[in-house]
C-alpha cells in the first residue's frame, strides 16, 4: 500500500516558479515509478512527468523545458519544478506511483493517487 501527500501548490504571478513535493509512506521495498497529473476545471486529467526508480524522465510536450521531475529516493519524495508559469498552467496537481518501474502516461496505469494540490498562475 502506498500513501501520498502533496503539498507546495499556491498562486503565482506568470513567469513566477513553484516547486512541488510529493511524500509516499510505502508499505514494501517494490520500487515504484512516479507521475504528476494536473486537472483544470473542466477537463480531462492530463499527464505532467513521469521518474522510474533510476531517474529515467519523461515530460510532457507542454511543459518540456519549463517543469523539471526528481526524486529523492532516500526521502521517499517527489518533486516537480516548475519555472516559467503561464496561466494555462492552472490546475490540481496531482501526484500518483505505478507498481511497475515503466514511465507512463496514462492516468489509468498509475495504481496510488495523492488528494491533489492546487496551482493558481495569474497574468
Known amino acids: 500500500q502506498v500513501q501520498l501527500v502533496e503539498s507546495g501548490g499556491g498562486l503565482v504571478q506568470a513567469g513566477g516558479s513553484l516547486r512541488l513535493s510529493c511524500v509516499a509512506s510505502v508499505t514494501s521495498r517494490r520500487t515504484y515509478a512516479m507521475g504528476w497529473f494536473r486537472q483544470a476545471p473542466g477537463k480531462e486529467r492530463e499527464f505532467v512527468a513521469a521518474?522510474?526508480?533510476?531517474?529515467?524522465?519523461y515530460h510532457a510536450d507542454s511543459v518540456k523545458g519549463r517543469f523539471t521531475i526528481s526524486r529523492d529516493n532516500a526521502k521517499s519524495t517527489v518533486y516537480l519544478q516548475m519555472n516559467s508559469l503561464r496561466p494555462e498552467d492552472t490546475a490540481v496537481y496531482y501526484c500518483?506511483?505505478?507498481?511497475?518501474?515503466?514511465?507512463?502516461?496514462?492516468?489509468?496505469?498509475?495504481?496510488?493517487w495523492g488528494q491533489g494540490t492546487q496551482v493558481t498562475v495569474s497574468s
Open positions: 500518483a506511483a505505478d507498481r511497475t518501474p515503466n514511465l507512463h502516461t496514462r492516468s489509468d496505469e498509475y495504481d496510488y
Open positions: 521518474i522510474n526508480w533510476s531517474g529515467e524522465t
